[in-house]
């Protein structure tokens, strides 16, 4: 595995690899590595000749400066993880060489991004899409892999490519959760035990919801309002939102018709997370 921290040295290797025919799986990251992340390494290894990772807490997706700095940062041990999990490339910028000082473009995916994360964390999406867009210049991949845990962000990425006229495939695969339920995040690693035990009231509250579907409870309303009571039964987390969405447009429904996507974001402490779950009505047949 290389590590590559400039540019320059990017681009060389990306143009050699393309020159000997080479596809590119490409696996964006902020670090902190877990099974989330390798499961798109190992998948992206299984489709592509040389998988490419890259690591950047970007700064601009932050919109709060003590996120930033509290977010958990580990190379070392997350080179050893990429390295096992098959990774060729392991690119790891600085924010100077992503940002330079005159940095003026900003990507903003317009209707996908206003709502939910877009509403509670301002700026966060054009940081996510101007990053991700010039990660695809650079790295120039086949295909590149996203985690459905942050489903909001994945369209958000196909939109783009599909706007932008990238020519790359954009795979979203399924949340990796611990054995408890709880959807793996970098962020876990800030919560003590408790908090994580009181944190599985959102995978309860996901698993509720597809219950009430499959007892044939399709309206939204009743279904967040029996969402909603759940979470605030766990005294320690506190709902920013919760909402039942089309998986497509992520506009919220009014019922459920065939699949539809519940979204949730909640504080636990001083950490946020969010999660999100497809539900399904009963087929007939
Ligand atoms: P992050 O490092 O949090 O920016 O995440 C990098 C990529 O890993 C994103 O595409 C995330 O959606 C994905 N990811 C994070 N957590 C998980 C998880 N628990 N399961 C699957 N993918 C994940």
């Not at 845990?149 to 990425?157: G, L, V």
């Not at 497509?248 to 429904?253: C, H, M, N, Q, S």
């Amino acid at each position: 595995m290389k590590l590559i921290r400039s540019i320059q040295a990017l681009r060389r290797e990306i143009s050699r690899l393309r020159k000997n025919g080479k596809t590119i799986g490409f696996v964006p990251t902020m670090g902190a590595l877990h099974e989330g992340h390798l499961s798109l390494i190992r998948r992206a290894r299984r489709d592509t000749d040389q998988v490419v990772v890259s690591i950047f807490v970007n700064p601009t997706q932050f919109n709060q400066k003590k996120d930033l700095l509290g977010y958990p940062r580990r190379l070392r041990s997350d080179s050893v993880l990429c390295q096992k999990a098959g990774t060729a490339i392991l690119f790891v910028p600085d924010a100077r060489s992503i940002y330079p000082e005159n940095f003026q473009t900003h990507v903003a995916v317009e209707q996908l991004g206003r709502r939910w994360e877009g509403q509670f964390r301002p700026g966060h999406f054009q940081g996510v899409a101007t990053v991700v867009t010039k990660l695809f210049n650079l790295v120039e991949p086949t295909i590149a892999y996203f985690g459905q845990k942050d489903a909001q962000q994945a369209r958000i990425i196909q939109q783009l490519a599909e706007d932008l006229n990238f020519d790359i495939r954009v795979k979203v695969l399924p949340t990796i959760r611990e054995k408890s339920g709880l959807a793996m995040s970098s962020r876990n690693k800030r919560l003590s035990e408790k908090q994580k035990t009181g944190a599985l009231v959102l995978v309860n509250a996901l698993r509720e919801a597809g219950r009430l579907v499959q007892l044939n409870e399709v309206r939204s309303s009743v279904i967040l309002a029996r969402v909603n009571r759940l979470i605030r039964s766990a005294g320690q987390v506190r709902s920013e939102y919760s909402a039942i969405v089309d998986p497509a447009t992520l506009e919220p429904v009014s019922r459920v018709r065939t699949t539809a996507l519940v979204l949730l974001a909640a504080w636990v402490g001083s950490v946020r997370l969010i999660d999100c779950g497809f539900i399904h009505t009963k087929r007939k047949n």
